[in-house]
């Protein structure tokens, strides 16, 4: 036996002992007790999950996991793009609580699991059929189930012959699964998605036409499920196609967390504390994993082009400015706020605000970072002319009467270039390595908000620009402030005067 095999089957024999260990059964239990219980288990899939699986149950069964298997109950012809953040448990519940739940809900079952490749198809595929055989409360409620002869791995059946279990490697033949006249009725692709196919889009257009011509043909009759789960990491993935091309398919898209408020989607499981831990392990990826927000590398600006440093002290820079770009509900846009400083030919990005929020949070944002200024820096608030509106103005006012004082909040005219255009004017500065960030934000999740959506700026973009548009446009009121001077040294060559750095005073 080959030592993946040997390891392989050492895991199984693991699983099953502490499966055996974890369920136990009521040895003075009545029939009459034990039909209540399976009853009840039949109606509330909660339940069932205490009851039968309680080595899963280390926290309470989470709203959307509940949503989810009875949606499933109710539609036997379900398309469920599983969108689950990381940690949700979506294989547990789409590979085998919810199966096993139809089972016991007295459905005839014959789930095909597709793994990225067929061991770990076999893989996902082991841990409801080891259920089946080490179970004990199982066997309690509905018999021993372990039919010999028919229990191989990757492929098994049970006594009661109600429930057939196939493993399937991505893009393997699909054609002709059936067991005599039966043919599969549910169906799982379980996180398809690797480092190697993200980078591959012609792989996963294969795989989606595969989906939809091979796998999901091989089902026939009145019950034709598929659930497909997948976390959202990358911009471009098999399920993100999926869902493209079939609009009407449900998405069940959960985010395991509010990354303003850290609040989680499963609090019965993980607390606010934990989510801020995973993102200083690494904000980016615990935004990919945890949210869904996919990580961007640009094509126009690029990561290589970010420079973080320590900015000099702020009386040094000769203007600070912060520029609003507004969002009124908040719902669909960002609020954003930037704050740059020049100092020399240099631009600084000291401070960013970019959220889904009420405008309100943008203006206090914006009272607040003054109140740290000291008393030699002014920060120069701008907005443009084309928001300046009552709605605004009464967002300022009341925020006004909570500080008992005025911004220094001036409006802007607006350009009247086309947006990206804009933006691109941009490029220049930062190809010139005349743009800093403030790496004492680095790991500030608007600073990195900002620069998701910098990244996302390219010809045809649909992503959001908020963070960019207020970028641009405080970087196009600084850049007034560089001087230029003629050489008479050079034949009357521009230069840029760089000068020692006047102090920030009002202007």
Partial sequence: MKQEEKQAVSRYLERLRLIREGTAVNPFETPEEKATVIERMRKNVAFMVKT?????????????????????????????????????????????????????????????????????????????QAEFEANQALKHYFGDQMLRGSWENGNFRTKDNRFRGKALGMGQEARGLRIQAVRPNYIVCDDLEDKDTVKNPARQDEIVYWIESSLLKTMDGPVRRYLHPNNDFAPRTIQNQLEKKHPHWHLDLVKAYDKQTYAPAWPQKYDADYYRQVEQDGIISAHAEYLHEPVIEGKIFTRDLIQWAKPPRLNTFKVIAGHWDVAY??????????????????????????????????????????????????????????????PVQQAIL????????????????????????????????YQGRRVFHNIAEEANNDMQEGLKQLYGIEPGYTTHDDSPDADQQVMEYLSQFVVFQLDENDGGTEIVETGTPRRNNRM
Avoid at 104 to 111: F, N, P, T
């Fill in 398 to 429: 009341k925020v006004r009467k909570e500080y008992g004082k005025p911004l220094n909040l001036v409006v802007a005219d607006r350009s009247r270039q086309k947006k990206y255009d804009r933006l691109i004017t941009m490029h220049p500065y």
């Fill in 52 to 128: 039968i699986l309680p080595h899963y149950a280390t926290a309470e069964s989470a709203d959307f996991q509940i949503r989810l298997a009875n949606r499933v109950a109710r539609d036997k012809t379900c398309r469920e793009l599983v969108r689950w953040g990381r940690g949700l448990a979506k294989s547990v519940w789409c590979d085998l609580i919810i199966p096993l739940w139809l089972w016991i809900r007295g459905e005839d079952i014959y789930m095909v699991i597709v793994g990225n490749n067929e061991d770990k198809a076999i893989l996902l595929l082991s841990d409801i």
């Fill in 329 to 390: 509900s908040g719902k669909n846009d960002y609020n954003a706020v930037s704050v740059m400083g020049l100092h020399g030919i240099d631009f600084w990005k000291l401070k960013t605000f970019c959220r889904q929020c009420e405008m309100e949070d943008a203006i206090r944002f914006m009272y607040e970072y003054t109140r740290l200024m000291p008393p030699s820096v002014i920060i120069h608030w701008r907005v443009e002319s084309q928001f300046w509106n009552k």
